[in-house]
């Protein structure tokens, strides 16, 4: 009803200035001594103004990209979308025709949403009677989450071909919830990627002067901000292993937060970040959980101040920085950490080495740009033709007869003979999807794309090369 009102309103409303404006027209020609009259070409011309302006407005509301919040919008990451367009013209998003809610009947129907957006806070909870009932196969299915797959694990069968998209700290997701970007020094964003090609550091030039200065002030070893003091990483435990560790060579690292006795009040974050920057030999980037690309704001802290960063995660850490500019504590273990870490303080020629980095890459909060940020790359997902239109078959259409067997495809086979009703239902993809040859089409064309791909400079410049051929190209358990 609420769709109903507003397209009778804009109808209506519509009518009735271009009512007032041919009448204007009319009363040109009759009267032409009125001519004389600014005041009516005034009008004539706002009325020109309105009319263009509101068919700019109704194509704009038909160009809306609905996003339908099905778990609790109070979560995050759906806490800070708020409701409408609002979140995407405050980031100054180059989409902003995304609109969002967490009204199932906004549009009286589910199935008419573009996206459905799942917190995996939530997901993790819910049953099947939580789901929606019924989807179209237009609308995309969307599993969002920022929180470690460690701490918010998905152990059910029930998602299984369920999610067209991911929206998380993955970086193999669709759309990346991140906490940094890594930009070259052409300031072309660059990674994290799951293939990266750095520089090697022997190649990179000596830090600078204005830089060294900054790093032989430093006076204290190491500071770690934490207030999730009960982690499953068991960060904690490695803590006071390297403490003890450290003890010899008369170092120690220095608390801040809850699990800690010093403070550092994080709403004046430009003035413990410049004390980080002052002070700090290294920087604790220990996370509270282990999970695949989980690398937090954690990271990004001692990068962007002239602190080492330590690093304890499960992530492949070279996805987000270059061999030797950082350190790797579970890699190490406390006793070679703490060794390491008196030896690059006593030895500041190779402590600046760590930072040769800064003159070819820098690091950024993905929120410091539109062109970066988490909420505007939803809405850039969902107007990415190429994205929303890609599909696999989608389930219910054929039949696969290596999960049924023989004796329950036979069965099958005879029921949808049987019932032509349930037969039909195979072919409800032929409204919106259709499936060719790939010679059909110079686009496509087999022989076409090894061309285009050797014209494509990008990829001819990748060093990368396939490391484990054997494991990639051949089905498990196939060779010896």
């Known amino acids: 009803m609420r769709n109903l009102a507003k397209l009778f309103f804009y109808t209506s409303f519509s009518f ?23 005041r009516l070409i005034v009008l004539e011309q706002n009325l020109e103004k309105l009319v263009d302006k509101l068919q700019k407005n109704v194509n704009a509301k038909s160009d809306l990209k609905y996003i339908l919040q099905w ?3 109070k979560n995050v990451p759906f806490v800070y979308m708020g409701v409408g367009q609002q979140v995407f013209i405050d ?11 967490d009204d199932r009947d906004y549009l009286g129907d589910v199935t008419k949403f573009d996206a459905i957006a799942f917190a995996g806070t939530d997901v993790i909870y819910m049953s099947r009677y939580d ?3 019924k989807r179209s196969p237009h609308q995309k299915y969307a599993f969002t989450n920022i929180e470690s797959a460690d701490n918010y694990p998905v152990c059910t069968n029930r998602f299984n071909n369920f999610f067209n998209w991911t929206w998380t700290y993955r970086l193999d997701s669709e759309t990346k919830w991140g906490y940094l970007i890594v930009r070259d020094a052409k300031n ?3 990674g994290p990627k799951t293939e990266m090609h750095w520089m090697k550091l022997e190649d990179m030039d000596p830090i600078d002067d204005a830089l060294r ?3 032989r002030n430093k006076t204290k070893a190491a500071a770690w901000f934490v207030s999730n003091c009960r982690s499953r990483s068991g960060r904690e435990t490695y803590f006071r292993n390297l403490i003890k560790a450290l003890k010899p060579y008369n170092l120690t690292v220095d608390i801040y937060g809850k699990c800690g006795p010093l403070k550092c009040d994080r709403n004046k974050e430009a003035e413990c970040n410049d004390m980080v920057e002052r002070d700090y030999y290294f920087y604790l980037s220990f996370e509270n959980s282990f999970a695949e690309d989980y690398a937090t704001e954690k990271l990004a802290h001692g990068l962007q101040h002239n602190a080492i960063p330590i690093v304890y995660g499960g992530a492949n850490y070279t996805r987000f920085m270059p061999d030797g500019i950082y350190l790797n504590a579970r890699q190490l273990g406390p006793e070679a950490l703490a060794k390491q870490m008196k030896h690059l303080i006593d030895n500041p020629d190779e402590y600046d080495n760590y930072f040769r980095w800064k003159k070819y890459y820098s690091y950024h909060r993905k929120y410091e740009s539109p062109e970066t940020d988490d909420y505007c790359g939803f809405c850039m997902l969902l107007n990415n033709e190429e994205m929303v239109k890609k599909t696999f078959m989608p389930d219910g259409i054929y039949l696969n007869a290596r999960q049924l067997g023989p004796e329950a495809l036979a069965k099958k086979m005879k029921h949808l003979i049987d019932n032509p009703d349930e037969y039909e239902n195979f072919f409800r993809w032929k409204k919106y999807y259709s499936f060719h040859r790939r010679f059909e089409s110079v686009e496509t064309d087999d022989y076409c794309g090894f061309c285009i791909l050797l014209n494509n400079e990008a990829m001819v410049k990748k060093t990368s090369i396939y490391k484990n051929f054997k494991q990639w190209w051949n089905p498990s358990n196939r060779c010896p």
Request: positive net charge.
């Open 213 to 215: 200065v900054k790093l």
């Open 71 to 73: 778990t609790n919008p």
């Open 188 to 190: 072309n964003i660059i």
């Open 16 to 38: 009735l200035l271009l009512f007032l404006y041919y009448t204007v027209k009319e009363l040109k020609k009759t009267k032409q001594e009125l001519l004389a009259d600014n």
């Open 91 to 101: 980031r100054k998003c180059k989409y902003t025709n995304c609109f969002v809610t």
């Open 131 to 133: 789901l929606p009932k």
